[in-house]
Structures are given as structure tokens and as C-alpha cells.
């Protein structure tokens, strides 16, 4: 039995009725699922209704965190967000840091679960046990920062974490957002989740403290991940200073920074104004989660031209990438706004960019004129097109109103062949990546159970040249599904779970990192759990999502990329020439189905879903 790490606590809240009520965490859930989305994608494969749209009532929002939360061990104040997801209607779970994920451990939860529909705009507030249910009627369209600034003045204690939604996730805007402070579980649209139930915010507040059940070894655990921080050569000397926008450098010189909807990879001139030097300028401040030494966000000022005096806890790598190389946007100012903005509003800034990027690229081709953009010269580059069209999805103002159903539905729409430039999974748009030049990371797009997601899998090997668990040749087909397994059960249980932020990981630390998590997570619990296990439960969670996107009709077929990848080769830089075949997808997915154990077609077999303890889940 567990005796510490966990609060040992699932609040229930019931929307319909404004009631809630508190349940145990059970000995079972805590060994099979670890915490954070393990928690999530367990509870939404059992409790919801195979078929459910993601906006009815019946489909719930989850919110959780991990054993080692708030524990005082280094950045682990994570959480997963997780739904149904309106963008993708496949298991749906965004993913935030900040303030909240500690501070609703310490209001004593593991997990919160959102069920029903308000019947009018509200705000739940919890503070230790206390639950309740208050009017955002005067919250009605408000943007997130005020949101979160109200809310605290009403509850009298700006001690309180919020975490809310803007006008984009009120109007059920499929790629809405959730933010709490200014960081987002940005993708998946759980931000419409939260609209359709009328939830304008959750604040929570408390003082209350997970206890250690084996002080000595998490001490020790806990030393020894701080130890191999301190002797990291870039994690403080560079990552905490510049942050993700590192990687704008690193890909460009790789030749993966995807350029102008992925049609221009490798043009590395466009985007000189994306590196490091150009963000560096413009820094004022850091910014850090809870219980983070690092502070890897930097916060950024513009001080003139026509955004001057927009401030961004970034842009991130992915935000300069979708509001900057996707839609051929040089001009970083422009790229700081557009991130403020898409927070305000509480619209995803990787689905918002490159959603328009594909918009640009059909204006370029004749496949829409400006009759159809409402006036709007949606031209690769022009930033000022760009900022406004942010403004219309968010408000489904006019082609706002196509645009903001991300780019597999809007291409649906359009028709005309704009398919061929529709760059998403499953429905979920691409991230930076280019992957014609990284196969691994393109498995993970095209395998990863949210959709074209990097982080649930992210393949550091191939990026940083990291030889863990081995070294990889990063154009190599052969291989790769080994790798894209291992990638996204240790990233699953070691950082979505625990959870230990991910980019400390894309360092190589803690390494080995199912055994450091185990360690730790044995410290503050009590449970012994060895490196295999640790491991076993990220394979466990992958299978249940799995399971959860097989009822909901998904197949290998959806296993797959934009046709642009598999037919166009990248034309210039580091990479020119790679592209990924559908011969080369299909070794890779052959080779990805028979490390998971799962069949021809994808599904979990029988004996692997034995081994795994969920027989019980053998729908054959
Ligand atoms: S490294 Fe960055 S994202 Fe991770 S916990 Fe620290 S501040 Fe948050």
C-alpha cells in the first residue's frame, strides 16, 4: 500500500447538479498507472460511452497529477489535461506546467474529474476539501489574463492558481485552448471541452503537503537527480538561459525547421530572424514552473514598431515555428504578439499558425482568393494578415469560422485538392519537426495516440545526438519502431506521469530514467516498483489509448502522414533529398505493431493485453 506521494484523493465534480464528492485513489490505480495521464486515459476508457461527441455533456475533462507533485522534488509540477478530443475525437491530453499542478496537489487531489454541464457560465473554486460553485456571468468573453486576475480579487486570495479558458474555448472553437498563468495544455481543443460544459475556470488553493513515506531513500533519489542537473553542460549554462528557441538553431541546421506549410524545409535564410541571437535581444525575465530550478521560459518585451509593448513568457520553439516558419513570418515582434494574443484569446498557437500556414499556401496557389479570406491578403509572410486572422478564429468571425477547425475539417471544407496541404495526424496539426529528415520522430507523429504530437514521444536521439537507450542514424528506417516504443512508454510513465517536465529528459536526465523514477517515486510512496515495472506501466498506458482510439474507429490507415511527406522530398539544407515513402512508413509501422506485440492491422493481441493485466479489455 502506498503511504505517501499520492493525496490518495479523486474529487468528482458534477456540473449538472453542482455537487462533488471525493474518492479514493486505490492501490490498484496507483501500480498500474503511476499518476497524471495514466490516472486520465484509465478513467475515460472505462467511464466513457464509445461514440460520445467530445462537446456532450456526458464526456468529461479530467484534470491530474502525479506522486511526485508537489513533493519538492525538481520540476515535477506537471499536469495532464484529458478529454475526448473535439479536434481529433481520439483520446485527447495536453499537457501544462506553472503553478497550478502543485497548488491543486497541495488542495489535495491526484485528480479532478468534470462531468456534466453547468446551466450557467460558472467557476468552481477549491480550497482543501471546500468545493464550490460561483457565477462567471461577468467572466462572459473575458480573455484569460484578466480571467484569472478577477478571479482572485473576488476569492480574496491572490494565493489561488486558475486555470481557464478564453473567448475561443466559450464559443467551442475546436482548437481552444487551457491556460494558467500564461501556460497552456495548448493542443487537442480541450479548451471547446471546457466551453461546452460552461466552465469558464477551476481556482484551487492549499497548504496541504503529500507525505513521505521512506524519507532516507527519497533523499537520496531526490540528491542524486539534483546532482545530475548540477553536472548537466547545458541544462543551466545553456537551456535555462535561452530556453526552447535553442532548438530553432539546432533544426535549421539539421534542416528539419519545417518553412512555409513544409514546403520550403531547408531554406534556412527565411527564418535567421527565428534564432537564438535575434530572441536573446529581447529578453527581459524568466519565468519558472513550481518547484523548478530551471526556469526555462524566457519572457520577452517588444519595445517598438507596431507591437511594441507586447510581452510573451516566450515564443516557445513550436510558437516560432507555427506563427513565424509555418506561415513564413520573419518579424519576431509579430510572432511575440501573435503568442500573447492566441493566450488571451485561449487559442492553441500550433494549431492557430499552421492551420493559416495551409490557408497561405492555398491563397498562393489560387486555390482561395481573397473573396473567400473576406478581404484578408493571406500571403506567406504577411504578418498583419496573420494577427488578424488569429483575432477571427477566436471569435469564428467569417473564414474565421473555417479556419478554426483546424486544418483537416477546414481542408474538408475548402475541397478543391486542399487536402494534398493539410499537414496534420489524425487531425492534429504538425509540429516543427520536418521528420522526412528524422524517421523516428515522423513514427511518433504518425503512431503517438493524440495524434501528429512530438511530445509523446519525442525522439532526443535523433535531434540531440543522445545515445540512450543506443545511437541512432537519424535518416535510418530500420529500427525505428524499436525505438519509437521505447520513446513513448519511458517518456509516458517517466514525464507524463510522475511526472518529470519533459525537457529534462531531451537532456538525457535523469538517466536511467525508469529507474530514477522508480527511486523517487519509491521515496515518497513507499511502493517498490523496479526500472522494468516503471517501464511496463508507460506500455500499459499506451495500449489502453490505444484501445480507447480502436473503438473510436481508428485503424492503421490513420497510422500515417500528409501525402506531402511521402512524395516530395525536402529540396534544400542538411536534409535535401529525405523524404518518408509509404514503403518506408510501412516497414516502420511492421517493425513499430511487432515490438508493441500488436497485430498486423495494429490492434493490442490477446497475449500482449494478458501480459499487460487487461484480458479484461480483449474485445476479440
Ligand atoms: S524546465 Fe521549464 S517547463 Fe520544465 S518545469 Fe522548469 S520552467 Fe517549467
Redesign the pocket.
Known amino acids: 500500500m502506498y503511504s505517501g506521494g499520492y493525496m490518495g484523493k479523486i474529487l468528482r465534480i458534477d456540473l449538472s447538479n453542482q455537487s462533488a464528492k471525493e474518492e479514493v485513489v486505490s492501490e490498484e490505480l496507483a501500480r498500474n498507472y503511476l499518476g497524471g495521464v495514466g490516472f486520465a486515459i484509465k478513467y475515460l476508457y472505462d467511464e466513457l460511452r464509445p461514440g460520445i461527441s467530445a462537446l456532450d455533456k456526458d464526456n468529461k475533462l479530467i484534470f491530474a497529477v502525479g506522486p511526485l507533485t508537489a513533493t519538492g522534488v ?5 499536469m495532464a489535461v484529458a478529454s475526448k478530443s473535439p479536434l481529433t475525437n481520439a483520446m485527447g491530453a495536453a499537457f501544462a ?2 503553478y497550478f499542478p502543485a497548488e491543486m496537489k497541495r488542495a489535495g487531489y491526484d485528480m479532478i474529474i468534470i462531468e456534466g454541464k453547468a446551466e450557467k457560465p460558472t467557476y468552481v473554486a477549491i480550497k482543501e476539501g471546500d468545493v464550490r460553485f460561483r457565477s462567471a456571468e461577468k467572466l462572459k468573453g473575458m480573455i484569460t489574463t484578466d480571467t484569472q486576475l478577477f478571479i482572485k480579487e473576488e476569492l480574496k486570495d491572490h494565493n489561488y492558481r486558475v486555470a481557464c479558458i478564453g473567448p475561443a474555448g466559450e464559443g467551442l472553437v475546436p482548437i481552444a485552448c487551457i491556460i494558467n498563468e500564461r ?1 497552456a495544455a495548448g493542443r487537442k481543443g480541450l479548451g471547446a471541452v471546457m466551453g461546452s460544459k460552461n466552465l469558464k475556470a477551476i481556482a484551487v488553493r492549499g497548504v496541504k503537503k503529500p507525505a513521505i513515506a521512506d524519507a532516507a531513500k527519497f533523499k537520496e533519489a531526490r540528491q542524486a537527480m539534483n546532482w545530475a542537473m548540477k553536472e548537466s553542460d547545458v541544462l543551466y549554462p545553456k ?2 538561459k535561452a ?1 526552447t528557441p535553442m532548438v530553432v538553431d539546432k533544426t535549421s541546421e539539421m534542416g528539419i525547421y519545417s518553412i512555409k506549410n513544409w514546403s520550403a524545409t531547408g531554406e534556412i535564410d527565411l527564418v535567421k530572424e527565428h534564432g537564438l541571437d535575434a530572441q536573446d535581444a529581447m529578453i527581459i525575465n524568466k ?11 524566457q519572457v520577452k518585451l517588444v519595445n517598438e514598431g507596431p507591437f511594441a509593448g507586447f510581452l510573451s513568457e516566450g515564443p516557445e520553439f513550436e510558437t516560432t515555428y507555427s506563427l513565424g516558419s509555418a506561415v513564413g513570418v520573419t518579424y519576431l515582434p509579430a510572432i511575440i504578439a501573435g503568442d500573447r494574443i492566441c493566450d488571451e484569446y485561449g487559442i492553441d498557437t500550433m494549431s492557430a499558425g499552421v492551420t493559416i500556414g495551409f490557408a497561405m499556401e492555398l491563397y498562393e496557389r489560387g486555390i482561395l482568393t481573397k473573396q473567400d479570406t473576406d478581404g484578408l491578403e493571406l500571403k506567406f509572410g504577411n504578418y498583419e494578415a496573420m494577427i488578424e486572422m488569429l483575432r477571427r478564429i477566436a471569435y469564428k468571425e467569417g473564414f474565421g469560422a473555417i479556419l478554426c477547425q483546424g486544418t483537416k475539417k477546414a481542408a474538408e471544407i475548402i475541397g478543391k485538392g486542399s487536402e494534398k496541404y493539410a499537414m496534420h495526424i489524425k487531425g492534429l496539426e504538425l509540429p516543427a519537426y520536418d521528420v522526412r529528415g528524422a524517421k523516428a520522430h515522423g513514427l511518433n507523429y504518425a503512431t503517438a495516440y493524440t495524434g501528429a504530437d512530438h511530445n509523446r514521444g519525442y525522439a532526443f536521439q535523433e535531434i540531440f545526438g543522445i545515445s540512450i537507450p543506443e545511437e541512432v542514424d537519424r535518416f535510418a528506417i530500420k529500427g525505428k519502431g524499436k525505438l519509437t516504443k521505447w520513446n513513448q512508454d519511458v517518456r509516458c510513465v517517466v514525464c507524463d506521469c510522475s511526472p518529470i ?4 529528459l531531451d537532456m538525457g536526465l535523469p538517466e536511467p530514467f525508469c529507474q530514477c523514477a522508480a527511486d523517487l517515486v519509491a521515496g515518497a510512496t513507499g511502493m517498490s516498483l523496479t526500472e522494468g515495472e516503471v517501464q511496463q506501466i508507460g506500455e500499459r498506458i499506451n495500449n489502453v489509448a490505444r484501445l480507447f482510439n480502436g473503438r473510436e474507429g481508428f485503424t492503421r490507415k490513420d497510422d500515417t502522414f500528409p501525402e506531402r511527406l511521402m512524395t516530395e522530398p525536402i529540396k534544400a539544407g542538411a536534409s535535401a533529398g529525405q523524404l518518408i515513402s509509404q514503403a518506408d512508413l510501412d516497414e516502420m509501422l511492421d517493425e513499430y505493431y511487432a515490438a508493441r506485440g500488436w497485430d498486423k492491422d495494429g490492434n493490442p493481441t490477446p497475449a500482449k493485453l494478458k501480459e499487460l493485466g487487461l484480458a479484461m479489455h480483449n474485445r476479440r
Do not use: I, K
Open positions: 525538481s520540476c515535477t509540477s506537471r506546467g506553472g501556460r537551456f535555462s530556453g519565468a519558472y514552473c513550481a518547484d523548478c530550478p530551471v526556469g526555462c521560459s517536465c519533459a525537457f529534462l
